[in-house]
């Protein structure tokens, strides 16, 4: 299918096609990605796990060098049709800059995960206009069946569209434009690097885990002064979960921080988009053109 924007869509997989595991973040065990691999397979998917897929050094899942070596050789391997990270954490803004993606330019391939991966969607997207895939990771497969379900029929080239409820703070409105952003934390990390993105007519998605409240608010002031949030088509708003305070309360939620921030300009919002680090966790195809309407329901529709 031809893109507005022209983004590139990685070819679709089939049975028998080969994913390959990495964990370019945080340590992960055999034990814990075990029902992922049998998961994967059950699907018509061969497995190739990346050589130094249960390495550790401290947190992380071995050295630098060790993360970025797997990585890379998913990226080289040309029967490797798809990459998905084991899990997030913290680790892949330390070996964003040693990769060489001329491989994944001349043969795309899915590069599949979020939290932590946001560093890959956004530096992808900034640099090749390859679609990338937000979704759940081996370390969450079993914790939501609809979002591993919906994880594989996206694979497998069911473009996805998405009906959610009403939410009391939604701000209603039409909107297409191409899907970016994911992790708050990590978008605010990226800014004024290589990977950062320009989010100008683009609809910006954004999610998080476990920050304090007051930090919510600083990271949407980056991006507001920035000139981030001025220019954007729509902004759907996933999970924000278990959010910390002060002793001193700071007074609003989260999701009342967001709106706020963004009560001057005049484009959709919604909020209780079902990704990010909740129970579900729905497929986003980040660089992929969207149409975006908040009615009474609100939509996500990938063209």
Same mark, same amino acid.
């Given at each position: 299918?031809?893109?507005?924007?022209?983004?590139?869509?990685?070819?679709?997989?089939?049975?028998?096609?080969?994913?390959?595991?990495?964990?370019?973040?945080?340590?992960?065990?055999?034990?814990?990605?075990?029902?992922?691999?049998?998961?994967?397979?059950?699907?018509?998917?061969?497995?190739?796990?990346?050589?130094?897929?249960?390495?550790?050094?401290?947190?992380?899942?071995?050295?630098?060098?060790?993360?970025?070596?797997?990585?890379?050789?998913?990226?080289?391997?040309?029967?490797?049709?798809?990459?998905?990270?084991?899990?997030?954490?913290?680790?892949?803004?330390?070996?964003?800059?040693?990769?060489?993606?001329?491989?994944?330019?001349?043969?795309?391939?899915?590069?599949?995960?979020?939290?932590?991966?946001?560093?890959?969607?956004?530096?992808?997207?900034?640099?090749?206009?390859? =679609?990338?895939?937000?979704? $759940?990771? *081996?370390?969450?497969? %079993?914790?939501?069946?609809?979002? &591993?379900?919906?994880? @594989?029929?996206?694979?497998?080239?069911?473009?996805?569209?998405?009906?959610?409820?009403?939410?009391?703070?939604?701000?209603?409105?039409?909107?297409?434009?191409?899907?970016?952003?994911?992790?708050?934390?990590?978008?605010?990390?990226?800014?004024?690097?290589?990977?950062?993105?320009?989010?100008?007519?683009?609809?910006?998605?954004?999610?998080?885990?476990?920050?304090?409240?007051?930090?919510?608010?600083?990271?949407?002031?980056?991006?507001?002064?920035?000139?981030?949030?001025?220019?954007?088509?729509?902004?759907?708003?996933?999970?924000?979960? =278990?959010?910390?305070?002060? $002793?001193? *309360?700071?007074?609003? %939620?989260?999701?009342?921080?967001? &709106?706020?921030?963004? @009560?001057?300009?005049?484009?959709?919002?919604?909020?209780?988009?079902?990704?990010?680090?909740?129970?579900?966790?729905?497929?986003?195809?980040?660089?992929?053109?969207?149409?975006?309407?908040?009615?009474?329901?609100?939509?996500?529709?990938?063209?």
């Amino acid at each position: 299918m031809t893109r507005t924007k022209k983004s590139i869509t990685p070819a679709y997989l089939k049975p028998g096609d080969c994913i390959g595991i990495v964990a370019p973040a945080r340590k992960i065990s055999a034990e814990e990605l075990a029902p992922a691999i049998q998961e994967i397979e059950n699907w018509g998917l061969k497995v190739r796990l990346g050589k130094n897929i249960y390495a550790a050094r401290s947190q992380f899942a071995g050295a630098d060098e060790q993360r970025c070596t797997d990585f890379q050789d998913m990226l080289n391997d040309a029967e490797v049709k798809a990459i998905i990270a084991a899990r997030g954490g913290y680790g892949s803004v330390r070996i964003i800059d040693s990769l060489d993606f001329s491989s994944l330019r001349k043969n795309p391939k899915w590069i599949i995960g979020y939290s932590d991966m946001t560093v890959f969607h956004n530096h992808i997207h900034a640099h090749y206009g390859i =679609e990338t895939l937000h979704a $759940t990771m *081996p370390i969450s497969f %079993t914790k939501d069946a609809e979002s &591993l379900s919906l994880l @594989k029929k996206t694979l497998f080239g069911e473009n996805p569209e998405y009906w959610i409820g009403d939410h009391p703070l939604n701000r209603k409105g039409e909107a297409t434009g191409t899907l970016i952003g994911g992790n708050l934390s990590l978008l605010y990390s990226l800014a004024s690097t290589p990977s950062d993105i320009d989010t100008t007519g683009k609809i910006l998605f954004l999610e998080d885990l476990d920050e304090y409240l007051y930090h919510i608010d600083r990271m949407m002031m980056q991006l507001k002064r920035s000139g981030k949030l001025e220019n954007i088509m729509g902004l759907v708003i996933g999970g924000f979960s =278990e959010m910390k305070d002060n $002793t001193v *309360p700071f007074g609003k %939620t989260a999701e009342e921080i967001i &709106l706020d921030t963004v @009560k001057e300009y005049p484009y959709p919002v919604c909020f209780g988009f079902p990704a990010g680090h909740g129970v579900q966790n729905y497929p986003l195809v980040m660089g992929r053109e969207v149409a975006f309407s908040v009615k009474e329901k609100t939509s996500l529709r990938f063209l």
